[in-house]
């Protein structure tokens, strides 16, 4: 599985208060994604990163933010959490399913982290 | 942002051949299409992936026909394992430019 690790895999918090997910892989993959899954809408991009320090928002971001400050790391922050950020967050890295085609990258996921704000 | 369509669910009996199709009207000249399954509490696993024509690999087939406006991933002789939610993702990941369609849940049974 690509060496993705997700923590905490569960966390229950309330409105406000700020909530912070990890994804830590041992891969040395340059590209590294968060995503957001909830039901009726599949996995929704919030933010990824094409190297240290280097980031960029997708189309689900606001109340979202991200660091990157070594390959190996990529947290998600929620600065103040809301009951419509209860979710399950997925990171993933990419990498080439054919040898190095452009474009032809493929997503591998960690397990995830459930997150409930009450 | 290329918008994809797939069907709610599909149910199937063990030993046939299933067709999920997805629709993408307005995918790019770049994007590529990816299939992936998921199993309750794990995340999405990649199956196959095409650009056009047909593509196969040990566990399903894709179908992309010449506008590239859909695809159709094919799972040839399904067993009870392979019930799961199926999804398209059509785009380029690496440049955040890519959007999953909801997913298709497909149950085979016995």
């Known amino acids: 599985d690509a060496g993705i690790t997700q923590s905490p895999r569960h966390k229950v918090t309330e409105t406000g208060t700020p909530v912070t997910l990890r994804c830590h892989q041992t891969e040395n993959h340059r590209y590294m994604y968060w995503y957001r899954q909830d039901p009726g809408h599949g996995l929704r991009l919030i933010h990824y990163?094409?190297?240290?320090?280097?980031?960029d928002k997708g189309e689900v971001s606001d109340g979202y933010s991200v660091s990157r400050s070594k390959t190996e790391d990529f947290l998600l922050t929620l600065e103040s959490a809301t009951s419509s950020q209860t979710s399950v967050y997925f990171c993933?890295?990419?990498?080439?399913?054919?040898?190095?085609?452009?474009?032809?990258?493929?997503?591998?996921f960690g397990a995830g982290s459930r997150l409930t704000v009450l | 942002l290329a918008k994809t369509t797939q069907p709610i669910s599909m149910d199937s009996y063990e030993g046939q051949e299933v067709n999920i199709t997805c629709s993408h009207n307005?995918?790019?000249?770049?994007?590529?299409i990816t299939w992936y399954q998921q199993f309750p509490s794990q995340g999405p696993r990649f199956i196959i992936q095409?650009?056009?024509t047909k593509v196969t690999n040990e566990v399903a087939s894709l179908f992309i026909p010449a506008d590239r406006k859909s695809s159709t991933l094919s799972l040839p002789r399904v067993s009870l394992s392979d019930t799961a939610v199926y999804y398209c993702l059509v785009g380029v990941p690496n440049a955040g430019k890519s959007t999953f369609g909801d997913g298709t849940t497909l149950t085979v049974k016995p």
């Open positions: 307005n995918i790019a000249t770049n994007d590529y």
């Open positions: 095409g650009y056009k």
């Open positions: 990163s094409y190297g240290v320090k280097d980031t």
């Open positions: 993933a890295i990419s990498e080439s399913a054919s040898g190095g085609a452009s474009g032809a990258n493929v997503l591998t």
